[in-house]
């Protein structure tokens, strides 16, 4: 990507507050997913309609990630061709490509604690502190 990339997301000037519903083709099963992360993005400020679209692609790939390996530990790693031969299951490149929509949606959305540091998306963790992402009771 050339040009300059912004070192920080900021909190959009009639960014979107309530609960927004689930999208029709998101699977019923990320509802509480959505929530979750709509409603972080809501309270950082960040949440418009066109993240929404981004919010929906992201749970999208998770749940595509979460079939294939359903499917892997259903079939094994390796399925028979017709000539017999073993080959990897179809369902790896499929989750190899969801993952990497996964990872960079992710870091999009600031959802994971190093995407929040590196753009400044950090704030204070419950209790008042901030914890840099770390989960709650570690001290940290």
């Not at 950082?44 to 998770?62: M, Q, S």
């Not at 929040?116 to 914890?131: F, I, K, M, V, Y």
Request: hydrophobic share 40%; with cysteine; aromatic share 2%.
């Amino acid at each position: 990507m050339r040009g300059r990339r912004p070192t920080e997301l900021k909190a959009i000037e009639g960014g979107l507050s309530g609960r927004a519903p689930l999208p029709a083709d998101v699977p019923k099963v990320m509802r509480s997913e959505w929530d979750r992360i709509v409603s972080d993005l809501a309270s950082r400020k960040l949440l418009t309609p066109a993240t929404l679209g981004t919010v929906a692609a992201y749970l999208i790939a998770r749940w595509q990630v979460a079939e294939c390996v359903k499917a892997i530990q259903q079939d094994g790693a390796f399925v028979k061709t017709k000539g017999g031969e073993p080959k990897p299951h179809p369902a790896h490149g499929v989750m190899n490509k969801a993952q990497e929509i996964v990872a960079r949606l992710a870091a999009e959305l600031g959802l994971t604690p190093a995407a929040r540091s590196r753009r400044g998306l950090s704030g204070p963790a419950e209790g008042g502190e901030a914890n840099d992402g770390a989960p709650a009771g570690l001290g940290l």
